[in-house]
């Protein structure tokens, strides 16, 4: 990516989707993983809040302000992985789409 940021209305070439629910611990580790990445393409992160009770919340609004990446922190009140993701997909525009889990370790180059 290049040194200067994408605003959230520019055209990506992937987009990272991830829902979390009251797991604001591993979240955040993934979500700092992803902050640190050091790849050459345009790329944004969407993140969805699946009923979480915990600070879940709080921790998608920090990343969001973050300018290291782009992040869409989106909020689903239904449980439910599913309805989680489908959530997601209102907001992709990407070509490709690449899904994780919200406790995955992530390298520099990922």
């Known amino acids: ?62 990343y969001a302000r973050d300018s290291r990446f782009i992040l869409d922190a989106l909020y689903e009140p239904l449980a439910g992985k599913p309805r989680a993701l489908n959530r997601a997909l209102e907001a992709i525009t990407a070509d490709l789409v690449v899904f994780i889990d919200d406790d995955v370790n992530l390298g520099p180059r990922w």
Not at 21 to 40: F, G, Y
Not at 41 to 59: G, L, M
């Open 1 to 62: 990516m290049s040194s200067e940021r994408l605003r959230p209305d520019d055209d990506y070439s992937v987009t990272v989707v991830l829902s979390s629910c009251n797991r604001a611990k591993s979240l955040n580790e993934t979500l700092e993983d992803l902050a640190c990445q050091r790849v050459s393409v345009s790329w944004r992160v969407v993140a969805v809040d699946n009923a979480s009770t915990d600070h879940t919340s709080v921790v998608l609004e920090r």
